[in-house]
């Protein structure tokens, strides 16, 4: 019988959120303008500092929907695929690469599961190597920009009812299934599968797998995905500049 893996995305695969990560590609894109940059991160900083129970995942999830609402999907989409040798590939956990490529090597599916947008996940899933992706749901309008509405947010609970669901659609044994996350709010998933891992677990979660007894990693390095050309002068400096730029602005705004 097909077994799957679920991976988490944020802080799991990668080693930060992957909305903070495109934030510099996002202003370029004009999707965003600096201050909103720097909103988004305020909204996600708890998170990536301690990690976030249900309720300020849900926050988050109302944050963002404000933030994308008039966003047009389909170019979102193709931002975060132009973005992603210079913004993704760097930050992910070369531990993580090897763990996906171990369950492929096997036989298993490999499933992202997000709480980041699906046109932003999707991207990055297919990158990955990823077989599978389960991500939130945006409301999208006649002209194919976002309402501002979530329709499915795809974490905690939620997150592990799209995983059931899709186990028991493709007929997969979830006792036979692995998981991985950052979050207790993954606890829903964890608990579903019958091989649970806390990866860089919040303090919460780190509580959680030792009460259960479930496997505790530490990922710590990052490497692109493939090996790639030397990117030139100009490819490393935009993103500097970006990077430099919101981070002089956080440091501003939070002066005044």
């Known amino acids: 019988m097909a077994r799957a893996a679920f991976f988490d995305l944020d802080k799991t695969i990668l080693d930060t959120s992957s909305n ?7 202003i370029e894109a004009g999707l965003m303008n600096r201050r909103t940059a720097i909103a988004s991160v305020l909204v996600q900083l708890p998170y990536l500092l301690s990690g976030a129970d249900e309720s300020r995942m849900e926050q988050m999830a109302e ?4 933030m994308g609402r008039g966003w047009n999907a389909a170019f979102l989409e193709a931002t975060v695929e132009d973005a992603l040798e ?3 590939e760097p930050v992910c956990y ?4 090897r763990r996906i490529a171990y369950h492929k090597s096997v036989g298993d599916v490999v499933v992202i599961a997000s709480a980041s947008v699906e046109q932003v996940v999707r991207p990055i899933a297919t990158m990955l190597g990823a077989d599978e992706v389960l991500a939130s749901q945006a409301s999208i309008d006649e002209d194919g920009c976002f309402t501002g509405e979530m329709t499915h947010f795809n974490q905690a609970q939620g997150k592990a009812d799209a995983c059931a669901q899709l186990a028991h659609a493709r007929g997969w044994d979830l006792s036979q299934c692995s998981a991985y996350s950052d979050s207790v709010s993954d606890a829903p998933l964890l608990r579903l599968v019958g091989h649970p891992y806390a990866v860089n677990p919040d303090r919460a979660l780190r509580d959680l797998a030792e009460r259960e007894g479930w496997p505790t990693l530490t990922f710590m390095s990052t490497v692109r995905v493939l090996p790639r050309r030397v990117p030139t002068a100009a490819k490393i400096a935009v993103p500097f500049m970006a990077g430099v730029a919101v981070g002089a602005a956080v440091s501003a705004l939070l002066r005044h």
């Open 20 to 26: 903070v990560a495109l934030s510099g590609p996002f």
């Open 86 to 88: 210079r913004t993704i």
């Open 94 to 97: 070369a531990q993580a690469l």
């Open 63 to 66: 944050a963002m929907g404000r």
